[in-house]
């Protein structure tokens, strides 16, 4: 039942978000992860299985896996050098790297230490990072990133159509949208805006995950600027 989504649950989570102790489940659920993990042929240990025999064949991989590690959260205890989420989020990685169609991509990090600290277990946050990256924002993380970039365009055209004297003025000053707005889209403002908001903009993103969730993203990238 936590997969339903009629239009007043829609509409409440629109207007209220989540609470807390309900938002992993419902999250893993309206995500597909829920629903990736019973159709997969493969279990999260057997690809971290395979994430371990392909770093024997190459290290280029685990090398930015192990830089973008140390950008994650910093400033979070959980992420520091001593604590307990970075060597989750380095299997984390390893196996989305061996799952994703993308393997690894930079922005996959933050992405995945987000749903480690919402999610009740690795596991969870590992197949809702699957089913983020290769469903939900299918594209933004493929080869020339296609999707992202259109997106970009998109809403840079919007923000000109809906405030056309800020957008004049950040061109005129050499700021244009797709310059800074990127993350915003690729990490879904994770890293771009208070805690609360991107909570609120992802409880928005799973709710309409079976819809048009990059559709969420830009319209909050956009209520931003």
């Known amino acids: 039942r936590q997969v339903e989504r009629g239009e007043l649950v829609r509409a409440f989570t629109r207007a209220n978000g989540v609470g807390r102790e309900a938002r992993p489940r419902l999250w893993f659920a309206w995500s597909g992860a829920e629903a990736a993990k019973r159709a997969s042929d493969r279990t999260y240990e057997e ?8 770093s024997a064949a190459s290290t280029t991989r685990d090398a930015q896996i192990e830089m973008d590690l140390a950008r994650t959260f910093p400033e979070h205890a959980r992420f520091a050098e001593e604590g307990d989420a970075l060597p989750a989020l380095r299997r984390v990685l390893r196996a989305t790297a061996t799952s994703a169609a993308a393997g690894y991509v930079q922005g ?4 995945g230490g987000f749903l480690l600290l919402v999610m009740e277990t690795e596991e969870d946050a590992f197949w809702t990072l699957h089913v983020v990256v290769d469903v939900m924002f299918a594209g933004y993380f493929a080869e020339g990133l296609k999707s992202l970039r259109a997106d970009l365009d998109t809403l840079d055209h919007r923000f000109r159509c809906v405030s056309s004297e800020a957008h004049a003025k950040l061109e005129s000053m050499g700021l244009a949208v797709k310059y800074f707005t ?15 908001i991107v909570l ?6 799973f709710v309409d995950a079976d819809r048009e969730p990059r559709e969420t993203i830009m319209r909050s990238s956009l209520a931003i600027l």
Request: net charge positive.
């Open 182 to 196: 990127a993350r915003w889209l690729m990490c879904a403002l994770i890293g771009c805006a208070s805690v609360p």
């Open 200 to 205: 609120r903009v992802w409880d928005l993103i």
């Open 108 to 111: 996959m990090n933050y992405l």
């Open 47 to 54: 690809y971290l299985r395979a994430a371990e025999a392909a």
